[in-house]
Antibody, heavy 123, light 109 residues
């Protein structure tokens, strides 16, 4: 069964840090690019970051660049997102998502999604 | 930064056809994908790629098309279970950022 299982969310104070994890199963993890997407309560989807299948290319939304770091461990079939200097307006459900290709070919189509995990930034 | 514009809300009578559109300059350079999201669930890919492919398990009443700076998702014979939020996205080739549209809330009457 193809799936992504997320962990690591929770409540953090403004300015704090958190690490999100996303464990893949049922597909060849090392062959596909991976993304993080977030959704604030009641709002739309916002792309956060992408990492190429081999980890050699990473791209970030302007709003998180310099504070968030995407990484992956292909041996552990795990994707990570390190969040630093969090702001209150970054309270959201964070999703990991699998790209259809290794390098975001085809416009960035996400065919497998994690269950989502809530990050709440609050004093 | 680039944007993708969607109508915030659309309604359709059950069994009728509805088209949801997504407009933006970056659609001239790459392909749109479409996602369905129901409350409390992760998004689900319904259409993707140059040929507007449907992933396995997506009913054939869902189809996609594009022209110039506009991509469209059409549901032919809408069903009650199609009531959801629909999002488009596309890659901006100049920055390799992915852009999502603001979403369209579809109501099936």
């Amino acid at each position: 069964q193809v799936q992504l299982v997320q962990s690591g969310g929770g409540v953090v104070q403004p300015g704090g840090s958190l690490r999100l994890s996303c464990v893949a199963s049922g597909f060849n993890f090392r062959s596909f690019g991976m993304h993080w997407v977030r959704q604030a309560p009641g709002k739309g989807l916002e792309w956060v970051a992408f990492i190429r299948s081999d980890g050699t290319q990473k791209y970030y939304a302007d709003s998180v660049k310099g504070r968030f770091t995407i990484s992956r461990d292909n041996l552990k079939k795990t994707l990570y997102l390190d969040l630093k200097r969090l702001r209150a307006d970054e309270t959201a459900t964070y999703y990991c998502a699998k790209d259809l290709g290794a390098t975001m070919v085809g416009g960035g189509a996400f065919d497998v999604w994690g269950q989502g995990i809530l990050v709440s930034v609050s004093p | 930064s680039y944007e993708l514009t969607q109508d915030p809300a659309v309604s359709v009578a059950m069994g009728q056809t509805v088209k949801i559109t997504c407009q933006g300059d970056i659609l001239r350079g790459d392909f749109a994908s479409w996602y369905q999201q129901k409350p409390g669930q992760a998004p689900l890919l319904v259409i993707h790629g140059r040929k507007h492919n449907r992933p396995s398990g997506i009913p054939d009443r869902f189809s996609g098309s594009s022209s110039g700076d506009t991509a469209s998702l059409t549901i032919t014979g809408a069903q009650a279970e199609d009531e959801a939020d629909y999002y488009c996205n596309c890659r901006d080739g100049s920055s390799n950022h992915v852009v999502f549209g603001g979403g369209t809330k579809l109501t099936v009457l």
